[in-house]
């Protein structure tokens, strides 16, 4: 069954009204079944041509799509992560050396970078891939970005969806904050230790250029420091809920 | 693999984990749709999604919140940093 735009529209109108009827979940399954084909082939994409890993999520689930449609006020059609996928990189080189290749491979992509510019500290980037009429969306992350991540969904799940939009629980929502920073800060100065500009020979060659690495290390062990105290937090304040 | 997932938020709780080999792709639709529709008539919001993984451990490294608290993903934070 092919819905027409306007039809997707008006069914995201009812699901945002929360009141879902069956025939509503029925159309709802037959609109998610159509970005299968585009699914598939951006999958088929990273995996066989591009060596990637990739973990897909064949459809927003039923009960993401109604929190995204009473949270904006994007209409259903509109929607660009009903069909996605999600690789994971070792760090902020390779995550670059992803984005490029992804974007070289399909050309038409809309990227999303919340590094600099986190979203209430979340840090990843987003690739929208058009396969017309439908978007697929790659999040590219960083193992770091990635538990980052997951930790926040979790709190989110036990303390509610607000803390990650900014609101929510005082200490949960600057807890993941401060985190989020810190492992921001030993991102970028990694980055930064991977300039091919540092080699062990212009160390030896130029004093202030290894004070500054020397430096550089300080700081980022600082921050680790800092990063694994917050954890550690979180370790000792969210032990598993009630059953 | 796809795997269907019928997670509860609230408690953290995975209630349902079902594995379809990748050319059961439609068996996994139809069974997230049955599954959404019983739900749905019992007044239960759960979150029913598929994911699609080379295999489990893929999948439990990219989505770890279905499978772990929020202690044991500090603690793996704690690890990596």
Known sequence: MRLSRSQVDRLGERLRGGNISDDDLRLLDAYRQSFAEPYAEVLAVLRDELGLAPTGRLAKSTKSIVEKLERETARLSQMQDIAGCRVITADVEEQDRTIQAIHARFGDVTVVDRRARPSSGYRAVHMIVAIEPHRVEIQVRTALQQLWAELSETLADRFGIAVKYGGGDDVVRELLGATSESVAEIEAIDAALADPDLSPAALARYPKLAARVTGLRAERQLHIDQARALFTRAIANFSAPDP | ?81
């Open chain 2, 1 to 81: 693999m796809f795997y269907l997932i019928e997670y509860h938020r609230e408690r953290g709780r995975l209630v349902r984990f079902d594995v379809f080999p990748t050319e059961r792709r439609p068996d996994a639709e139809a069974a997230r749709l049955d599954l959404e529709l019983s739900l749905n008539a019992a007044g239960v919001s759960h979150e029913v999604v598929i994911l699609e993984a080379a295999d489990e451990d893929a999948l439990r490294r990219t989505h770890r919140r279905y499978f772990d608290d929020a202690r044991t993903i500090a603690l793996a934070g704690r690890a990596a940093v």
